[in-house]
């Protein structure tokens, strides 16, 4: 969740243990942050 925050501008996200949640100010990076999500997965 952090991951994709960041690459959407947002300043993190989280931050409780049952459930993730974050977002950012420019939402047309979504492409850019599912890729690095997969990205951030693939490297796990």
Do not use: C, H, N, W
């Amino acid at each position: 969740v952090r991951v994709a925050s960041a690459a959407l501008g947002g300043q993190g996200g989280g931050g409780r243990p049952d459930m993730a949640q974050a977002g950012g100010p420019d939402a047309s990076k979504a492409d850019d942050a599912i890729a690095a999500v997969r990205a951030a997965l693939e490297a796990a």
